[in-house]
């Protein structure tokens, strides 16, 4: 029988040839125009990924989001599963990649479509976020069959919609459709781009809220008839400021939140409306309305019931200190903290693999914002779950994004060996 070693160096050298074939591949996702919003060609996407798992020796099943109302004729929600049996069912370790990517936007100076490359690098919008990821997964599943090694375990690689507006037709449905549970489900990693050197572990919480002021509307020549809900939103934006926000600074998580800036609870103010449409016809009117909507990221250490309830003791202060000053508050989505538990199987296999290939640990990071981490922690049940994957993570979502082939090469071999460990085949 062949050592660990041999073993390691034959699914090494099936990665290395492969490398055209990752690269085509990578370019044909690009080439899938997914866009999300809407959710543009998911069901393209999902076969394209499905060929090629069936290529692989995967059993593959495509998964429509019924019951969701995001899949619809015109933008049907379908998810790809792929399932490769090894000796034994168990243990089953679950890659996952989500095919949805973000508009393209202004900037590019390459066809954000057209799948190119250029001095060794993907170019294209989801060439690093996360279609770089994909491919990852699907090879470093097929290098251990073209290396000749026989699995213990098993392995399954899904390609999923909608993480970028929330997931719930992606992997949340999934894990609501008993698809992923800890009933069958070992360990998980999602290839989403970490940079090859990073893990990431999981992110802050998440409350987007609405405050509404009610106002009385009368003649804008004689405000002082009426009262102003514009006037009074910001009252409460000067509470936010002065009361709220320097103690957001100074709250640091024990998390390793990258970069620096988000080790701290945030608040940002997406949007604001009030009175009369500004680019409508105008009258003389006091605004009798005023809306605005928040997104508060918040510290695990800080957890959900304390957080909105610091928001709601700083509307009613201002309400108190205000004549007339009427608020409402409406809560618009929550997501809890995750965090992958110490000493986590998957992270130990991921860092051994890593330093066999890269020569070094793994940095071990949290992610600023949420991925859908926190769906197969929070409803599949499955806590032994990180992120990993190809390419660089400041890329994502920006002009020219792009991955470099060898950032791809070499997550693929990390990801081989730790599938091998975490299926109990080394
Ligand atoms: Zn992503």
Redesign the pocket.
């Known amino acids: 029988m062949a050592t660990k070693s041999v073993l390691m160096d034959r699914v090494f050298a099936a990665i290395d040839a492969a490398t055209d074939e990752m690269v085509d591949f990578t370019c044909e996702l690009i080439r899938v125009p997914t866009v999300n919003p809407p959710g543009d060609a998911y069901e393209e996407c999902a076969h394209v990924i499905g060929r090629r798992l069936a290529a692989c020796g995967f059993a593959v099943e495509y998964l429509a989001a019924e019951g969701r109302a995001e899949h619809t004729i015109t933008h049907p929600r379908i998810n790809v599963i792929g399932l490769r049996q090894g000796a034994t069912a168990r243990p089953l370790v679950h890659l996952n990649g ?1 095919f949805d990517v973000v508009p393209a936007g202004a900037g590019w100076t390459v066809d954000p479509f057209g799948g190119r490359v250029k001095d060794g690098r993907i170019y294209g919008r989801g060439a690093c ?2 279609k770089a ?1 994909i491919t990852a997964a699907i090879y470093a599943a097929e290098a251990i069959r073209r290396a000749g090694i026989t699995l213990v375990g098993s392995i399954e690689i899904s390609g999923t919609v909608d ?2 507006s929330g997931g719930f037709a992606g992997m949340a449905w999934l894990a609501q459709q008993g698809r992923l549970s800890a009933d069958k489900t070992d360990a998980v990693i999602i290839t ?2 970490t940079n090859t050197d990073r893990v990431y572990v999981g992110h802050r919480g998440v409350y987007w809220f609405e405050v509404t002021t009610r106002g009385r509307i009368a003649h804008g020549c004689m405000p002082f008839l009426g009262v102003s809900a514009i006037e009074h939103m910001g009252v409460i934006l000067d509470h936010l400021r002065r009361d709220l926000m320097p103690t957001l600074r100074a709250r640091t998580t024990a998390m390793p939140v990258q970069p620096d800036g988000a080790r701290h609870a945030t608040l940002n103010i997406n949007g604001i409306a009030g009175g009369q449409p500004i680019d409508g016809i105008q009258t003389p009117c006091v605004a009798d309305i005023c809306r605005a909507i928040f997104d508060r990221r918040f510290l695990v250490e800080e957890g959900f019931d304390a957080t909105r309830a610091e928001i709601v003791t700083l509307l009613e202060r201002a309400a108190r200190e205000t004549p007339d000053l009427l608020f409402e508050l409406r809560d618009l989505m929550v997501v809890h903290p995750v965090r992958t538990p110490d000493g986590a199987t998957v992270m130990a296999a991921l860092d051994r693999a890593a330093q066999h290939v890269l020569g070094r640990s793994l940095r071990i990071a949290a992610s600023p914002g949420t ?1 859908d981490h926190k769906h197969v922690d929070r409803i599949a049940g499955v806590p032994n779950c990180v992120a990993y994957g190809p390419g660089i993570l400041d890329l ?1 979502h920006q002009p020219d994004e792009y991955c470099n082939i060898t950032d791809l090469v070499q997550s693929t071999k990390i990801l081989a060996l730790s599938v091998l460990e975490l299926t109990g085949s080394l």
Do not use: Q, W
């Open positions: 989500h976020d996360m990821g993480e970028e989403e781009p991925y994502a």
